[in-house]
């Protein structure tokens, strides 16, 4: 589900995909996450990174925490629309092909986008 790859620290880098797949609908509302300590040991960082990595997720609405019951994708976590989601593949298999790496790629798609916001 999560790998660790790029110049980005763990902790985001676990934040950031989790985000995308609950975003994407990869993971759907109520579904439930591994565990921190199965997470950690999963992708080999300390607990207490991807507990940070959840806590962040939680406070922006995309999971939620109980005690004795995990951690779980919010029922109220929204969706990316189809649209964008279909760009967003478009843009990742393109940038495979030609051989652009993720970090670059976001820099990229960053630009631009602040680019079209200064135009509105």
Sequence with gaps: MISLSGSAPPTEQIHDQLRGLVASGRLAAD???PSVRQLAKDLDVAPGTVAKAYK??????FVTARTGGGTRVSRTATTTPRPVLEAA???????????????DTIRI????????????
């Design 31 to 33: 579904e439930r996450l």
């Design 56 to 61: 962040a997720l939680e406070e922006e609405g």
């Design 109 to 120: 798609l960053r630009a631009i986008w602040l680019d079209q916001q200064a135009e509105h």
């Design 89 to 103: 593949r478009q843009l990742a298999d393109t940038a495979a092909r030609v051989g652009t790496d993720l970090d």
